[in-house]
C-alpha cells in the first residue's frame, strides 16, 4: 500500500504569513493527491484535487502543487479562519486511500 | 442541498456488532460511489470501505477486511457499515463521504457529520 507523510505536523504561524505544507507519496501516484481541511468538531472539507485543482469556493489564497511523490500546500497569507488541520490523501487507482498524518496550523 | 447523515453509532463491548447507516438526499445516490472514514479521539483519518454506485465496486482497508461489510440500497438512498468483532482501537467518529464519481476511485466531496462509536466494556 502507499504510505503518505506529511511535514510538519504542526506549524505556527502568523496572519498574512505565506504557510507551506509537504505531503509525500512512498511511490508515485502521479497527480491523484487530494487536501482537506478539518476544523475542531466538523467533517473534513475537500479544498483541492489533482494535486493543484481548487474546489469551488474555495478562497485563492489557497492552492496547490507537484506531482509523483512529492506534494505542497500553500497558503499565500493566512487568516485566522484557516486555523485547522489539514489532510492530504492519495487516490491512485492501484492502492488503497491513504490519508497523510495531518498538519495542524494555527496562529502564533 | 447535497446531504448526508449517519446514525447507528453508540457503545458496543470488545467483540460486539453494530450497524451504521448513512441516508443520503440532494443528489442522484446511485451514481456516486460512497466511502466510510473513521476518526479516533484526536488522531488522523482512517479510510474504512467504499462501494461504487452500482454495488459491483466494492474495497476496503486490510485493518477491517474480513469483519466490517459494505453495503448499499439505492432504492432507500442509504449506505450501511455493517461491523463485527469490534475492537478498542476502533472506538471512533464515523464519517459517510460521496465519491465524486461513480467509480470507486476518486476523492471525496460531501462528508456527514458523523456518527460515533465507542467500543468499550
Known amino acids: 500500500d502507499i504510505q503518505m507523510t506529511q511535514s510538519p505536523s504542526t506549524l505556527s504561524a502568523s496572519v498574512g504569513d505565506r504557510v507551506t505544507i509537504t505531503c509525500r507519496a512512498s511511490?508515485?501516484?502521479?497527480?491523484?493527491l487530494a487536501w482537506y481541511q478539518q476544523k475542531p468538531g466538523e467533517a473534513p472539507k475537500l479544498l483541492i484535487t489533482?494535486?493543484?485543482n481548487l474546489e469551488s469556493g474555495v478562497p485563492s489564497r489557497f492552492s496547490g502543487s507537484g506531482s509523483g511523490t512529492e506534494f505542497t500546500l500553500t497558503i499565500s497569507s493566512l487568516q485566522p479562519d484557516d486555523c485547522a488541520s489539514y489532510y492530504c490523501?492519495?487516490?491512485?487507482?492501484?492502492?488503497?486511500?491513504?490519508f497523510g498524518p495531518g498538519t495542524k496550523v494555527d496562529l502564533k | 442541498e447535497v446531504q448526508l447523515l449517519e446514525s447507528g453509532g453508540g457503545l458496543v463491548p470488545p467483540g460486539g456488532s453494530l450497524r451504521l447507516s448513512c441516508a443520503a438526499s440532494g443528489f442522484t445516490f446511485r451514481t456516486y460511489a460512497m466511502n466510510w472514514v473513521r476518526q479516533g479521539t484526536g488522531k488522523g483519518l482512517e479510510w474504512v470501505s467504499v462501494i461504487s454506485g452500482s454495488g459491483g465496486t466494492i474495497e476496503y482497508a486490510d485493518s477491517v477486511k474480513g469483519r466490517f461489510t459494505i453495503s448499499r440500497d439505492n432504492s432507500k438512498n442509504t449506505v450501511y457499515l455493517e461491523m463485527i468483532s469490534l475492537r478498542a482501537e476502533e472506538t471512533a467518529v464515523y464519517y459517510c463521504?460521496?465519491?465524486?464519481?461513480?467509480?470507486?476511485?476518486?476523492?471525496?466531496?460531501?462528508w456527514g457529520q458523523g456518527t460515533t462509536v465507542t467500543v468499550s466494556s
Open positions: 489533482k494535486a493543484s
Open positions: 511511490q508515485s501516484i502521479s497527480a491523484y
Open positions: 490523501q492519495q487516490y491512485n487507482s492501484y492502492s488503497p486511500f491513504t
Open positions: 463521504a460521496k465519491g465524486r464519481a461513480g467509480g470507486a476511485r476518486d476523492v471525496f466531496d460531501v
